[in-house]
């Protein structure tokens, strides 16, 4: 008899303990559909927080404050903030950033404009209404392109101009929700005239939609802070390697702080680098979800070895007929591996049906979801594994049976 014959005679075994089957392959779908929906969350979130980072500019470099050990080539993992001040790592020592080390990066090869940064939360007023947003005082040479963004309306700022504002998106359109351009607002009770609003850089992780930016010397006087920046994004010249200059630029800031790369008292991160540490991340983020997920398909394999010990009762005498026959054990073995299978089978591709469904719920409430071919694989695999393995045993028990006595089974 073939594998073809075989695979018949299980389908048979299965449509006729319809009841059983299906309830043992919805174990199996549940099983399937839950690691595929979880995981397909962590891919979904890699996808838009790598899409995110890929917004903010992959020629800009941060430096900021705070040392970290985890960087290779002398830099660190924090994100490249492209709207915001960089985080700082997780060294013991934090030696801030002048403005005039800032200078000196400009100097460093393929360091195309230097932009440092002064930030503080501030209360921004425009009419009578009140908001608490990051106030951002820049260079005015190095914007818009350390924003990561082009300007959607009006222009950029002029040089020693200390009296304009330039708004992210998102502060326009739905903070304040009016015709910003030309307009006047209050930071901290200082007026300043709006002459820019930035287009939209489609990010959410760290973009600069939800700032207000003004000149850096402005910003000195609002904030009373003439030494120390906040943060340092570095314009890095087109063509070249934003990874080998960051290396560079942290070879030059070891110099100027007079510290050895095992105490760098500062993070300098690229868009590659936090790209990096955000799929690390997410990849552990699947396997938790994962293992979360495969409990459900464990209890769905052990409703399978049930169905399956059961199946192997019922055909007791079945298979003593199958022996008197001249059946080997190896094609009694091989039909109920091939029933467990099938089982497994029937469930993995409703698994998938249904983890499409689920994806679809996730992505409606906002979560974000995406279903990989290579997952499907993954589920569809493992299902059917599952049930090969959950019906190994009861098949090694129907192989075993002597036919004698299987021809006695009442």
Do not use: C
């Not at 970290?68 to 903030?81: D, Y």
């Not at 939209?200 to 910003?219: E, H, K, L, Y």
């Not at 994962?290 to 010990?309: D, E, K, P, Q, Y």
Request: glycine share 12%; proline share 3%; charged share 15%.
């Amino acid at each position: 008899m073939n594998n073809r014959e075989i695979a018949g005679l299980a389908f048979n075994s299965i449509r006729y303990r319809s009841l059983r089957s299906w309830l043992a392959i919805m174990g199996i779908v549940i099983g399937v559909a839950s690691i595929i929906s979880l995981i397909s969350i962590s891919v979904g979130m890699n996808d838009q927080i790598q899409k995110n980072l890929g917004g903010l500019g992959a020629n800009l470099i941060t430096i900021s404050s705070g040392g970290s050990q985890a960087g290779s080539m002398g830099f660190g993992g924090g994100p490249p903030m492209g709207g915001q001040g960089g985080m700082g790592g997780s060294g013991s020592t934090e030696t801030a950033i002048t403005f005039q080390e800032a200078e000196q990066l400009k100097k460093v090869a393929n360091v195309s404009a230097v932009d440092a940064r002064l930030q503080e939360r501030a209360t921004v007023t425009y009419r009578n209404k009140n908001a608490s947003l990051t106030v951002i005082g820049t260079e005015p040479s190095a914007f818009p392109a350390s924003a990561a963004a082009t300007l959607l309306q009006g222009t950029a700022f002029l040089p020693g101009d200390t009296s304009s504002a330039i708004l992210g998106y998102s502060v326009a359109t739905e903070t304040f929700n009016d015709s910003m351009l030309n307009k006047p607002i209050k930071i901290d009770g200082k007026v300043f005239r709006v002459i820019g609003i930035l287009n939209t850089s489609g990010s959410s992780f760290g973009g600069p939609d939800r700032n207000v930016f003004i000149s850096q010397r402005a910003a000195k006087t609002l904030f009373s802070q003439t030494q120390n920046a906040s943060s340092v994004i570095a314009i890095t010249a087109s063509g070249s390697d934003p990874d080998v200059v960051a290396a560079a630029i942290a070879v030059k800031l070891r110099a100027l702080h007079r510290v050895t790369a095992a105490k760098q008292d500062f993070t300098v991160s690229t868009a590659s680098s936090m790209q990096s540490t955000i799929s690390s991340v997410t990849g552990t983020l699947s396997l938790f979800l994962g293992a979360i997920a495969s409990i459900s398909l464990i209890v769905g394999g052990i409703g399978v070895a049930n169905a399956m010990f059961t199946s192997v009762l019922e055909q007791t005498k079945y298979i003593g007929l199958l022996k008197a026959l001249g059946a080997r054990k190896r094609m009694i073995l091989k039909l109920f591996v091939f029933e467990a299978g099938l089982v497994g089978l029937v469930g993995g591709i409703l698994g998938i049906v249904l983890s499409f469904a689920g994806s679809a719920v996730l992505t409606s409430f906002g979560m974000p979801s995406r279903i990989s071919l290579e997952l499907l694989a993954l589920g569809l695999g493992v299902s059917m594994l599952v049930g090969i393995v959950s019906g190994l045993i009861p098949a090694r028990n129907a192989a075993s049976v002597a036919p004698v006595e299987a021809l006695k089974y009442e």
